[in-house]
């Protein structure tokens, strides 16, 4: 890379950094807001309903992956994206359109929003809208207009705070009795169109006149990619919904934990830009011995520190949770110590596993990550299920141990002489497109 490019690299990654940074904080104002606006009981089901829209959204991030892959790569050939990219974004939009019409059926609407039928209509259209949101970031990115990126993930957050702002004005003002669940949840699924402000600059790349990979061949790899995603995705943005699924339970304890949930989930508020630094400094050290004894040096000092931080985690969680919990969302909501300790330790072990599969990822090793989380998906699942005790403690143990026994698998995978760094392909500088 030239010295002239290298101001322009720091720039783009300033940008989408501070956009990430200004995105994750209107997030954190809405959702504080809404639970100081909802009772814990009605929290509980709009966290419910956070959880499946923003699953659903986890589970689609790899078309912005593809999309501002195949962007680039026509760029470079100085040509333009064709068929391809509308496949892969109608591929993603029609598996999120089956899983809106899943959350339909009344047993699975009654069991995730308890009474509140309209919903799973609100969550299944924020859910498909998100396919063409990451298409067009995608193909944003491909074109390396960081400053439109950087401003949709604003906007997209920003609409929803906004939104919420001019419901809370109804109130005031007497327009509206009451802030409810359906309202407040209304206001989130409409930041999930913010692309529509954005469509313009991003499909000036693209033709769709230009011939495009099979069906076949694009349904086979994004159903892939996504169903990585989505096994990720049960137990971080969607894990409210799996308990509500799986475990049922009170509603007014259930709001308190989702809402120390959310304040205690910030670890994994650093993992983008970590696991953007990680991939290539494991490419990086793959390609001599002395690099690659460096490489199992710092995997583990990373192991043996992740699980002392989690350990400190969990004491000051157990500590300082509770209390950070009633001052941000006010006196309604208690949790328990020992669960704030619990859920601040996991989000600690969850961070070290994304950063050991973004290891095996820089290996092109993707099969065992899909592993580690369907691991970490399948344990959750069981305690949420089975484990005999309440739904509170099934929530938080499933939230622990699953993570506990995720690391080892994580740290088994990647610690196989057959997995070695060694295996990259001779020469090359950056992993295969097939470790995205």
Do not use: K
């Amino acid at each position: 890379m030239s010295g002239t490019e290298m101001p322009a690299v720091g720039r783009s990654v300033g940008t989408v950094g501070i956009a990430l940074l200004v995105a994750v904080g209107l997030g954190y104002v809405v959702l504080i807001a809404v639970g100081r606006l909802l009772s814990p009981a009605d929290y509980a089901i709009f966290m419910t309903f956070w959880g499946v829209v923003f699953g659903v959204g986890a589970t689609l991030a790899p078309l912005e992956q593809e999309t501002s892959r195949q962007a680039a790569l026509a760029a470079v050939h100085g040509q333009r994206a064709g068929a391809t990219v509308l496949r892969t974004v109608a591929v993603g939009a029609a598996a999120a359109a089956v899983f809106g019409l899943l959350i339909l059926v009344p047993a699975m609407n009654e069991r995730l929003f308890s009474g509140y039928g309209a919903l799973a209509v609100v969550a299944g259209v924020a859910g498909v809208a998100f396919a063409p949101q990451y298409g067009v970031r995608g193909l944003l990115m491909g074109q390396h207009r960081v400053r439109f990126y950087g401003g949709l993930i604003v906007a997209e957050a920003g609409l929803r705070l906004v939104l919420l702002g001019a419901v809370v004005l109804a109130v005031v003002t007497g327009l509206v009795p009451v802030v409810g669940v359906v309202p407040a949840a209304i206001t989130v699924a409409v930041g999930s169109f913010a692309w529509l402000l954005f469509v313009r600059p991003a499909t000036t790349a693209v033709d769709r006149h230009i011939p495009g990979e099979r069906w076949s061949g694009v349904t086979q790899r994004v159903v892939v990619l996504m169903a990585s995603a989505g096994l990720t995705a049960t137990v971080i943005t969607g894990y409210p919904a799996m308990v509500r699924l799986l475990a049922g339970g009170d509603l007014t304890p259930l709001g308190a934990l989702f809402a120390a949930l959310m304040i205690l989930r910030f670890p994994l508020l650093l993992m983008s830009p970590l696991q953007a630094m990680a991939v290539p400094l494991v490419v990086r050290l793959s390609h001599s011995d002395d690099g690659r004894h460096r490489l199992r040096v710092l995997l583990a000092q990373g192991i043996v520190g992740s699980i002392l931080i989690a350990a400190v985690g969990a004491v000051l969680g157990a500590l300082v949770g509770p209390w950070g919990v009633r001052f941000l969302l006010g006196p309604r909501y208690h949790v328990d110590a020992w669960a704030a300790g619990g859920l601040l330790a996991s989000s600690v072990l969850l961070t070290a596993i994304q950063l050991l599969c973004a290891v095996l990822i820089a290996r092109t090793q993707v099969h065992r990550v899909l592993l580690t989380w369907a691991v970490i998906a399948a344990t959750s699942a069981v305690v949420l299920v089975a484990w005999p005790a309440t739904p509170l403690v099934r929530a938080v143990l499933g939230l622990v141990l699953a993570p506990a026994l995720g690391l080892g698998v994580a740290v088994a995978c990647v610690l196989r002489h057959d997995a070695g760094p060694s295996r990259l392909p001779h020469g090359s500088d950056e992993a295969p497109e097939g470790g995205r």
